[in-house]
């Protein structure tokens, strides 16, 4: 009996001299935070997306309390409020913030291309690029296996006839399907961007053809129409500048494989505008 009561006794004195000391750790060793982070990390929306360049919305926050960044623009998610309210909790000004929303650089849907394989593996975007680069014709198109689908945290984007779609009134611009893309045919741009290049394919003319027929070809005639030269190429892709960009549809209007598109559905060449465009730039020439 006087032995399992030691024994007891033992084991409460060490835990007791064990709390102390853990007790005494944590005052000596504790790292003290902040007064301002739980403010500014209130203001933040919580989407840990990685978009203002930090690692999630902790990391974000502790760089404005500490003062090593004046930024409060930087939560694509959060926006124009977020922004207000970091700048209220910081004595900063907020500045301004354009939402930014995700794009799909990517028309080729099964029924403008084809599948060059039976692909009966993981249904990932991933694991079906590592198979000689996916199941479809075109190496450079959307894998429409859904990888952004499963990332989206406001479950925005769907699958259409193999292609990825993006909802723009859901989308908050996170990136998150910009980065789980393995053929980078997802980017985020500005909500100001009005018309893109719906094709990621690098090459021109007959190879693009080959493999979809809703592929940019090179021929360079949109940067040619374009009545505020708003368009370049790049590697034979058009890239539309959206701050000269008036979306007046004449690039989309004279596109021969229909690759140049509006961002939002529904919209549609002007076609007084367009032949007003088209006569600017005949008359520039």
Known sequence: MNIIVLAIVSVAVIALVCSVMLVIASN?????????FPAVRECLPGANCGACGYAGCDGYAKALAAGTDKRTTLCVPGGADCAQALAGVLGLEAGAVEKRVAIVFCGGDCTRTEARMDYQGAHSCAAAKL?????GACAFGC??????VAVCPENAI?????VAVVNRDLCIGCGLCERSCPNH???????????????SNPNRGKAVMDVCKA??????????VCPEGAITMDHSLA?????????CGTCVASCPTHCMSFAE??????????????EKSAAAQ
Do not use: Y
């Open 215 to 224: 592929g940019c070809i090179g021929c360079t005639k949109c940067s040619k």
């Open 239 to 247: 890239q539309v500048n959206p701050t000269k960009c008036t979306a």
């Open 185 to 199: 045919v997802i980017g985020v741009r500005p909500m100001s961007q009005k018309v893109f290049d719906r094709c």
């Open 28 to 36: 000596v060793m504790a790292v003290k935070e902040d007064p301002l």
């Open 131 to 135: 198979l000689f680069g996916g199941a």
């Open 158 to 162: 769907t699958i259409d006839k193999g």
């Open 265 to 278: 559905p529904g919209m549609a060449p002007a076609p007084a505008k367009a032949e007003r465009a088209e």
């Open 143 to 148: 894998l429409g296996n859904g990888d952004c």
